[in-house]
């Protein structure tokens, strides 16, 4: 799969039929009715977070529930859901930290492309079995998932907008809600304005944090915070300038230039938050005396220190109650053919949300 850009030309993504097995006890299946394209899964096709392969990308997503295997019984043949791309099992030491720490169990399947339960439901005559994407596996018609890489959502909500809930929107909002507690009282700025640095910028503003500073050095991703209501946007030099300087500061271009930026960027007391995913090996310069001087704080957070089951409902209430707008983020709709197309326009930085979209057959 891995090739190089442009990936219209190298095509490192086949579209292609395969066969999907039957949900196990603990499982389900889903039509598939939406599904984001997110930088986890360029990380991929780049070579930056390296998978087992061949693999079925795809892990920002939602649809429709078909089928439920037989231990299943909370959930209902019909109901809408969100694929959450971290299970939770519930039992282990992590799962205790409340979303600080990811689902060992969930990591472990993840890590090695199968669902909870260690099955693999994908596969065809020519490329044998086919590994999930993060227990999800969303760039499909249908999908079978494990119940713990579910959460329901309304049916009022618009496949793109339920979608995007399930990675962007927790990730930058659980930047800002769960790892940094922002308040109203705080000033906050995001660094990096892809998906979920946006999200990040939404959220803050929904939670009435006093001041949002966007930062990017794209001149055009600057225009689209502005359109997104940033109180401020900033290049990365120039956050790094100001005098009151805020509390708070979400990294989410996962590059180690951007951190650096951040951690810069951050007031005395405050904190960092960094949720990129830099390639493996990437180093950065930080002065380390500012941590102790100005009593600061950095905090890695995946996929937002969230619970899935708990915040996704918060943040589709927010989004019902009108202040957040999700809809924002979504820049267009495509189709299952274009996905390295697709791939493209993420690398060169063109696009916020991506979302594919399956009419129903
Ligand atoms: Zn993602
Ligand atoms: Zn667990």
């Known amino acids: 799969m891995e090739a190089p850009a442009p990936y219209a030309e190298s095509r490192p993504l086949a579209v292609e039929e395969l066969e999907l097995g039957e949900p196990g ?62 299970p939770r099992c519930g039992r282990c030491a992590a799962c205790r930290t409340e979303g600080l720490l990811p689902c060992t169990v969930g990591s472990r399947a993840n890590a090695e492309g199968t669902l909870m339960e260690g099955a693999r439901r994908l596969s065809s005559p020519t490329r044998g079995t086919v590994h999930h994407h993060l227990g999800v596996s969303g760039f499909a018609t249908h999908a079978v998932v494990d119940r713990r890489s579910v959460v329901p959502v309304g049916a009022d909500v618009p496949a793109p907008v339920a979608a995007v809930l399930g990675c962007a929107v927790l990730t930058g909002g659980g930047a800002v809600i769960n790892a940094a507690r922002a308040t109203p009282d705080d000033a906050v700025a995001v660094v990096g304005l892809g998906g979920v640095g946006l999200a990040a910028l939404l959220v803050a503003k929904a939670v009435g944090c ?45 590059h180690p230039r951007a951190f650096e930026t951040a951690f810069n960027a951050t007031g005395v007391g405050g904190v960092t938050v960094t949720v990129g995913l830099p390639a493996p090996g990437a180093m950065s310069e930080i002065e380390p005396l500012k941590l102790t001087a100005e009593a600061r704080q950095v905090i890695g957070s995946y ?24 809809e924002k983020l979504i820049t267009s709709h495509i189709r299952l053919e274009q996905i390295n197309e697709a791939m493209d326009e993420l690398d060169a930085g063109r696009t916020v949300r991506q979302v594919i979209e399956f009419p129903e057959a």
């Open 303 to 326: 996929l937002g220190s969230a619970v899935p089951a708990v915040d996704i409902p918060k943040y589709e209430q927010m989004w019902r109650d009108g202040v957040l707008p999700l």
């Open 210 to 254: 006093r001041r949002v500073i966007a930062v990017d050095a794209l001149p055009e991703k600057l225009g689209i915070a502005q359109d997104f209501g940033a109180d401020e946007t900033l290049t990365p030099d120039e956050v790094v300038q100001l005098k009151e300087k805020p509390r708070v500061v979400i990294e989410a271009a996962g």
């Open 25 to 86: 006890p603990t499982e389900l299946r889903v039509r598939i009715t939406a599904a984001g394209v997110c930088h986890s899964d360029l990380s991929v096709v780049n070579g930056n977070r390296p998978r087992p392969l061949p693999m079925l990308l795809g892990h920002e997503a939602t649809g429709v529930v078909e089928v439920l295997g037989p231990e299943v019984t909370d959930l209902e043949v019909g109901q809408h859901v969100v694929m959450a791309f971290l």
